[in-house]
């Protein structure tokens, strides 16, 4: 935008061509839209240089959906099946008895340590290649319990304008996400436009070494090198893109720490929540949810005037439309 | 370029305005030249889309100087130094002592053990943002103990030249380094064009917390978080990128790995080494120096046929002018 474009003609021009089609007019679409007209304005004074337009957003809850569970770990509920043949000895050992019952009581009572066996086992033992075509074969079938849909097709069709929107004014979109790095980028690239280099996420440790046909190799360990949750999120921010980011989003605690970080810089800040609100439409949950549990986000956000979506009145459409 | 456009039209326009000026003719330059040439041809049985476009540079002795020492480790002698009035006890205690005395003998006999010593006392205990200050105010000021010129213009103007060529060419560029990606971070981007998210090197533990003003603050521990140097490079490309590179230049064995990975993909790939044979100009060393030891993967790259640059003959200037 040329420095002197008048901020009523550019009100205009965002009028006439909504960038933000699906989100409703609202606090928190003109807090979008205002942020970026600023932040983009050449000689104004909150302009922020391309380089330094960096946004990052949580993945599960903010730019898909995580209910009843997050869907990496229902991909390893499916993958135990998957591979119960090969294992016959996991019909009685938990907690591979409970995922192959569907004992979901079961599953619970062996608890996190329970859950993370299932991920070492299902995320472990095998070449990032063999992993990553275990994720692309599972999102090519898998559907959803209750949606019926492909997790794929489970993102949030406003947040996907917004990717594009802050891309189309300069900005490199991050994912910064508790989810595992290697399970997210199969398919952030085709369905966020996020390259691989621009996920961040939880790893476990992987090796190198020569395979067995004298090419090289990453074997993926059953042990977890780095948890980007809570505050692993502002310390994965500052490892992997190096520079503070000016506008986050999250939905839940354990984006906290990264609301924090973005806003405790200097110049134009923007940190923005998802609160689930729509029952109807997608899930209703926040302070009590064992998953996605949003209570001193939203109290530290009120707070101090972060922008709240509530998903019921501030998004127009939640998912996109089907496939045909 | 369009398909059709022939190689030999396209030698010519190369001919005339060379992307390459301080690479002399010779087999090297031709095969990047060749590489770039046929990755980027569209329709072309070697087409490689942009996104994939992924090239990695080892920096110490690949992208700048490294002799008598890392320049980090320069770097962490004068922190030493400049610290020293805070720090009365370093007078009698090793390695500090060594340091401050100018005894290099004494420091060998503290061995590696040392060497972490003193990176820790400079690299840790303190903000990440205090630490980019020094680093920032030690770049500004400091010399060359023999080439008496300021650290940041003892990077080679060949790979300058290159890195610009890839970018142009629709490439990425990343550097990967067993230097400290705090460290290099903080000149990359003005040097060499390489913004921070794209640069990839060893780590020590940083701490999110809030500080005493009530603002976040990362905290950087004295403590190492993860090598990457030799088998550790293809791990940190694979955590940090997530694809594998088309194009990756090294100079000593501890890039071995990397090259290995990178040729280790399908579709066409291109592994480069910088051979340090010019004793009048830079330095001249390889299998037995202790600084960039270059023996097995010299070996390994004449068997298999990367491509060894020899500094001597393939470059026809070796650092940039000095700035007025």
């Not at 809850?61 to 993958?79: I, K, N, S, V």
């Not at 070449?127 to 599972?138: G, I, L, P």
């Not at 923007?270 to 064992?290: F, G, P």
Request: hydrophobic fraction near 40%; glycine fraction near 10%.
């Amino acid at each position: 935008m040329a420095a002197g474009f008048s901020l009523a003609a550019a009100g205009q021009v965002v009028a006439q061509t909504d960038p933000l089609p699906s989100w409703n007019q609202g606090a928190a679409k003109t807090a979008i839209l205002d942020f970026v007209a600023k932040v983009t304005r050449e000689g104004g004074p909150d302009y922020v240089k391309p380089a330094e337009r960096i946004a990052t957003f949580d993945n599960d809850g903010t730019l898909w959906a995580e209910q009843p569970a997050y869907f990496q770990l229902l991909f390893a509920f499916d993958e135990v099946k998957r591979l119960a043949p090969q294992h016959p000895e996991w019909k009685g050992k938990e907690p591979y008895r409970s995922v192959l019952a569907g004992d979901m009581k079961g599953l619970a009572a062996s608890g996190e340590k329970g859950l993370l066996q299932l991920v070492a086992a299902t995320h472990g033992g095998m070449t990032t290649e063999a992993f990553e075509k275990s994720v692309a074969d599972w999102l090519a079938t898998a559907r959803h319990p209750t949606k019926k849909r492909p997790y794929s097709e489970l993102v949030y069709q406003p947040q996907l304008e917004l990717l594009a929107y802050l891309r189309a004014n300069g900005f490199k979109t991050f994912i910064v996400s508790g989810g595992g790095v290697e399970f997210m980028r199969v398919f952030a690239e085709k369905v966020y436009g996020i390259p691989p280099e621009q996920v961040v996420g939880s790893s476990g440790v992987v090796k190198f070494a020569i395979g067995p046909d004298g090419k090289p190799q990453l074997l993926k360990q059953a042990k977890v090198e780095f948890i980007d949750d809570g505050p692993g999120k502002p310390v994965g921010i500052n490892r992997f893109i190096g520079r503070r980011p000016i506008l986050a989003f999250g939905n839940s605690d354990g984006d906290l720490q990264m609301l924090q970080y973005t806003v405790g810089g200097s110049g134009p800040r923007l940190a923005l929540i998802v609160h689930h609100t729509d029952a109807e439409r997608e899930w209703a949950y926040d302070r009590k949810s064992s998953i996605g549990k949003l209570d001193k986000a939203l109290d530290e956000g009120r707070a101090k005037g972060w922008t709240i979506v509530d998903m019921k009145t501030d998004w127009k459409e939640v998912f996109p439309p089907a496939r045909p």
